[in-house]
């Protein structure tokens, strides 16, 4: 079946770039969209942004000035950028990938997370 | 947008049900059906449960069930087990291709 992994720095220091890249094993990523959630330590989750196979995105409003993803379907990946980062940031990143093609509304397979600080 | 509320904790019996709600505004949940739920363990990552305010996907037991009434939707967890203790979370879409999480409910199995 489908199994997603993140991958990248666990520590990032503030005012840089935090970069993170989703590996997609087990299944295709045609026709759907691909999706960014993060998690601080003991918080809510937040809805980062996805982007579709076909390289369209939407970036959650609060983040836009930011955000960046991008897709690369000859490795099965995608990734996110995110910029100017502060402690603010500091989070589990969770990639995942909704419900049924062409869906982007319910969350159903997801990565283990990858947990990235923003400290100096 | 903000968050949706949800109580904080909830908690039943060992065989008892327990129902979360999920109170958003007629901007999101009240709006669209496009509501979910999320089961997350310590240190796991979610678990999706109900989507489309009462499907649920393969491999979920149909003690799991949704439904939404105005804006707020409810996760109703019946004959509670040992192993439902974790904290849940609703979704939904909040138009313009934007999406809010609940604030989450811990559950505990008493």
């Known amino acids: 079946q489908v199994q997603l992994q993140e991958s990248g720095p666990g520590l990032v220091k503030p005012s840089e770039t935090l970069s993170l890249t989703c590996t997609v094993s087990?299944?295709?990523?045609?026709?759907?969209?691909w999706i960014w959630i993060r998690q601080p330590p003991g918080k809510g989750l937040e809805w980062i942004g996805f982007?579709?196979?076909?390289?369209?995105?939407h970036y959650n409003p609060s983040l836009r000035s930011r955000v960046t993803m991008s897709i690369d379907t000859s490795k099965n990946q995608f990734s996110l950028r995110l910029t100017s980062v502060t402690a603010a940031d500091t989070a589990v990143y969770y990639c995942a990938r909704p419900v049924g093609v062409d869906n982007r509304y319910a969350f159903e397979i997801w990565g283990r997370g990858t947990m990235v600080t923003v400290s100096s | 947008q903000s968050a949706l509320t949800q109580p904080p904790s909830a908690s039943g019996s060992p065989g008892q049900s327990v129902t979360i709600s999920c109170t958003g505004t007629s901007s999101d949940v009240g709006a669209y059906n496009h509501v979910s739920w999320y089961q997350q363990s310590p240190g796991k990552a979610p678990k999706l449960l109900i989507y489309?305010?009462?499907e649920r996907p393969s491999g979920v037991p149909d003690r799991f069930s949704g439904s939404k009434s105005g804006n707020t939707a409810s996760l109703t967890v019946s004959g509670l087990q040992a192993e439902d203790e974790a904290d849940y979370f609703c979704s939904s879409y909040a138009g313009s291709n934007n999406y809010v999480f609940g604030s989450g409910t811990k559950v505990t199995v008493l």
């Open positions: 982007i579709h196979y076909s390289g369209s995105t």
């Open positions: 087990g299944g295709s990523m045609r026709s759907h969209y």
């Open positions: 489309e305010v009462s």
